[in-house]
């Protein structure tokens, strides 16, 4: 009798630590999270994307990185992605929609490193300089309609001197409601940024975003004027708050500061001058 309570038990005992293992592999997917060589990423159709696979990609791919990207079509399906685990990384907003796109889903995305970064600009389809706007009567400008990219639309015209805002404004929440003064009665259309290159031609100026630049196929040398890109709006690499430490994460820092990198970036002459690099952006 006490020959089979202490085969039950030990039975028992086996089948308790199996569970435990399993539960702890299935927890750690069979290793260390933090040291794993399979990283994933979303990827869009833009300018960020197409740098880390060019000029980021193939440095960890010699590290022996696997890497995936997978397609999403909007931002803001990408960064619930990488909040929710599905992909470990992405390389395409800058600090303000990261810190928006928490504060509205109670995300956990942490931006680990600035990247070069493409500016929003001034084109025009009929006018040479911005000092042009002086002879147009009310003139017609569109800028984009999302919070983050209408404020530095109007940051920028600022900065050209086109129209004054308010005194102590938030600089990262400006509105058309933050426009102190407008001298040369310009009307405004705000819009979705992604429709702005395709009605160029009936406005006397835009503000076009940089993704939307590269994606619209504009020659970025043909800017009248590029806003001082803020702190703020730096491009950066994003991942889950829990991913932080991680070897994987901090190898991809490592690889946008390379000198291999730093190369990358000179044989392509910064794509017609598309990408402007951050000031005190370390190259080692």
Known sequence: MKKSVFRIFGVLAVVSISAAV???SKKSGGGNPSEKKNI???????????LFENGVKPILEAKGYTL??????????????VNGGDVDFNVEQHTAYAENYNKGNNGKLVPITPIPTVP????????????????I?????????????TARAYVLLQKIGWITL????????????DIAANP?????????????????????????????????????????????VLPHLVLQVVVREDNVESQWAKDIVNA?????????????????????????????
């Open 68 to 81: 995936k990207g997978y397609d999403y079509s909007e931002l803001a399906l990408a960064d619930d992605a």
């Open 137 to 149: 009567n009310k003139p017609k400008v569109a800028v984009p309609n999302d919070p983050a990219n």
């Open 256 to 284: 946008y500061h390379s000198l291999d990198f730093k190369k990358y970036l000179e044989s392509t002459n910064y794509e017609n001058g598309l990408f402007w690099v951050p000031d005190n952006y370390e190259f080692k």
């Open 120 to 135: 929003a600009s001034l084109f025009s389809s009929a006018y040479k300089s911005v000092d042009d706007i002086k002879n």
């Open 166 to 177: 308010k005194d102590g404004v938030n600089l990262s929440a400006v509105t058309n409601e």
């Open 40 to 50: 994933t990423y979303s990827r869009s159709q833009g300018p960020y994307t197409v």
């Open 22 to 24: 399993m539960g702890c």
């Open 184 to 228: 040369y009665n310009i009307q405004f259309t705000e819009m979705k940024s992604l429709n702005i290159p395709a009605v160029q031609d009936d406005f006397d100026f835009v503000v076009i975003t940089g993704s939307i630049v590269y994606n619209a196929g504009i020659d970025a040398s043909t800017a009248l004027a590029k806003e001082t």
